[in-house]
C-alpha cells in the first residue's frame, strides 16, 4: 500500500522512519516534508490544509492511507473531507471527525465534554466579551494563580497562569478583545492544580483502544524549567512515576470514560487522543485533550512500539483494534532536541548543519531542516531531535547528548538537563 504523511516535523519524520520498516508500505510520501524525510520518502509540495491538492496527491500516487500529523487539518475537517468525497471513502485516513478534533480546537467543548462524561478535570467557568464583568467576579472567588486558557488554537501560546488577581483580571478583558484573535472570543478561567505533568497516548477506532507509551515533555526553552514555553525541548517515555496504580487509575477514570463519551456522542474518531494530564497527590486529571500525536513526545513513543505500525493504523482504520496486541519495548526512550538560536522568539534559517553523519547509536529525526544546494541547512525553530534507547532513561540521554556533540551548526541550542526532575519526582511519589 502506498502511504501519505501529512506534516513536517520531528513527528511526521518519526512516522515515516517507522512506516518506512512495514512491510505493508510500498511507496512513502511525506508533505511537504522535511530533509529528514525526504531521505526515506518522497516530499511533495502541498500544504497540509490545502484539502484539494491533498485528494489530487492521493489519487495521482495511488495513496491507501493518510496519516494526518498536525492538528490544523483534523480541526478544519480533513476526515470530513475523505468521508464524503466519493473518490476518497475508501482511503484510510488515521484522524478523528472535525466534531471528534474540537476536543483539542475548543477548550470549553473539551471541558463540557469531560463534565459530561465525569472524567476528572479542574473546575471551571468560561466567558466571552458580553460576560467580562462575571469573568472578573469569577476570578474572585479563586485562589492564585489564576489559569486563563484561550478558547481555540493559538499556537501553544493560549494559556496564561498569572500569580495576580489584578493582572488576571487585566489579562482577562485583553483576551476578550481579542488578544489571539478568534481564539480568545472565549476564555476558559479554571483552577490551579499544583500536582506533576505526565502525558498518555492513546490510539482508539471510536469503539477499541489501546493505550500506548506514556512521556513527559519539556516546554520551556531555559534549563530548570525556565522562560518562554516552546514546542517542546525534548522528552522521555516511560514516565518513571507512571506506575500501575496510577496507570489503573488513568485507564478506569480518563481513558475508558474517554472512549465511551466519544461512542455514546456517536463521533467518529479514528486515531490518536494525546491527553495531558497532572497528577495532584495520587490522583490524576486532564489537563488538556490533544487529537494527534505530540511533537517530541512521539520522538519517544514510536520507536518503543514493536508491532508494525502500518498494521496497527489499518486495524484502526477498519474498527478492529480488539483483534490487534500491541508490543512494547521496555526499554526507556529519550529525545532532545536541538533549535536555533533565538528560538522560540526571532531566529535565522538557511545555517549550515553538521554531523548528522556522525551519529551513533541514536537516530535523528528531523524538525526544520531542508537541503539547499546540496547542503544540510536550518529551516525552523526546532531543528533535529536525536532520540536514543536503552535500558533506563539515564543510560538512553547519555547517548542523545554524546551524539548531540557532534552536531553543529551556526547559534545551535539544546538544554542539556532533559529528565533533570525526574528522580526528585520518583522519590516524592515513592517514599
Ligand atoms: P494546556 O495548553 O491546556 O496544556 O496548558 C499549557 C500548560 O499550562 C500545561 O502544560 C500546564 O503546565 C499548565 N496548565 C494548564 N492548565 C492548568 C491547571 N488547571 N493547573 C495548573 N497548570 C495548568
Ligand atoms: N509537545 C506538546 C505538543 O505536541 O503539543
Known amino acids: 500500500m502506498n502511504i501519505l504523511i501529512l506534516g513536517s516535523g520531528g513527528r511526521e519524520h518519526t512516522f515515516a522512519h517507522q512506516i518506512a520498516q512495514s512491510e505493508h508500505c510500498s511507496k512513502l510520501f511525506v508533505a511537504p516534508g522535511n530533509a529528514g524525510t525526504a531521505a526515506i520518502a518522497t516530499n511533495l509540495p502541498v500544504a497540509v490544509n490545502d484539502f484539494e491538492a491533498i485528494q489530487a496527491t492521493v489519487i495521482a500516487h495511488q495513496i491507501g492511507m493518510v496519516v494526518v500529523g498536525p492538528e490544523d487539518p483534523l480541526v478544519h475537517g480533513i476526515a470530513d473531507y475523505f468521508a464524503e468525497e466519493e473518490a476518497l471513502q475508501d482511503v484510510m485516513l488515521i484522524g478523528p471527525s472535525k466534531r ?34 462575571a469573568g472578573k467576579e469569577f476570578l474572585e472567588t479563586l485562589q492564585a494563580p489564576y489559569v486563563l486558557k484561550a478558547d481555540g488554537l493559538a499556537a501553544g501560546k493560549g494559556v496564561l ?42 490510539l482508539t477506532d471510536g469503539q477499541h483502544y489501546k493505550i500506548l507509551p506514556t512521556a513527559k515533555d519539556y516546554k520551556r526553552i531555559g534549563e530548570g ?17 507512571a506506575d500501575e ?17 466519544l461512542k455514546e456522542e456517536k463521533i467518529d474518531y479514528k486515531g490518536f487522543v494525546f491527553i495531558g494530564l497532572i497528577k495532584v497527590g495520587d490522583e490524576p486529571f486532564v489537563i488538556e485533550y490533544n487529537v494527534r500525536m505530540g511533537d517530541p513526545e512521539t520522538e519517544v ?23 490487534i496486541s500491541v508490543e512494547i519495548d521496555e526499554r526507556a526512550a ?15 534559517k538557511g545555517k549550515e548543519i553538521t554531523g548528522t553523519d556522525t551519529i551513533e547509536d541514536s537516530i535523528v529525526f528531523h524538525a526544520g531542516t531542508s537541503v539547499k544546494e546540496n547542503k544540510l541547512v536550518t529551516n525552523g525553530g526546532r531543528v533535529i531531535a536525536v532520540t ?41 511519589t515513592t517514599c
Open 100 to 133: 471528534g478534533a474540537l476536543l483539542e480546537g475548543s477548550k470549553e467543548r473539551a471541558k463540557e465534554f469531560m463534565l459530561q462524561h465525569n472524567i476528572p478535570t479542574a473546575a471551571y467557568a468560561s466567558f466571552t466579551s458580553e460576560s467580562v464583568a
Open 161 to 202: 497562569i498569572i500569580q495576580d488577581l489584578e493582572e488576571a483580571k487585566a489579562e482577562l478583558e485583553e483576551m476578550l478583545s481579542g488578544k489571539f484573535g478568534d481564539a480568545s472570543a472565549t476564555v476558559v478561567i479554571e483552577e490551579f492544580l499544583d500536582g506533576i505533568e505526565l502525558s498518555v497516548f492513546v
Open 225 to 241: 524549567d525556565k522562560g518562554l514555553n516552546t514546542g517542546g525541548m525534548g522528552a522521555i517515555s516511560p514516565v518513571p512515576f
Open 245 to 261: 496504580t496510577l496507570m489503573k487509575k488513568i485507564e478506569e477514570r480518563i481513558v475508558k470514560p474517554t472512549v465511551n463519551g
Open 301 to 323: 513513543v514510536l520507536p518503543r512500539i514493536k508491532t508494525d505500525l502500518v498494521s496497527l493504523l489499518k486495524a484502526t482504520f477498519q474498527q478492529k483494534l480488539d483483534a
Open 334 to 348: 529519550t529525545t532532545v532536541m536541538v533549535v536555533s538560536g533565538g528560538y522560540p522568539e526571532a531566529y535565522e
Open 388 to 428: 536514543s534507547l536503552d535500558e533506563d532513561y539515564k543510560k538512553a540521554l547519555k547517548k542523545s547528548y554524546q551524539n548531540i556533540e557532534k552536531l553543529n551548526f551556526d547559534k545551535m541550542y539544546f538544554r542539556k538537563d532533559i529528565g533533570f526532575d525526574l528522580e526528585f519526582l520518583f522519590q516524592k
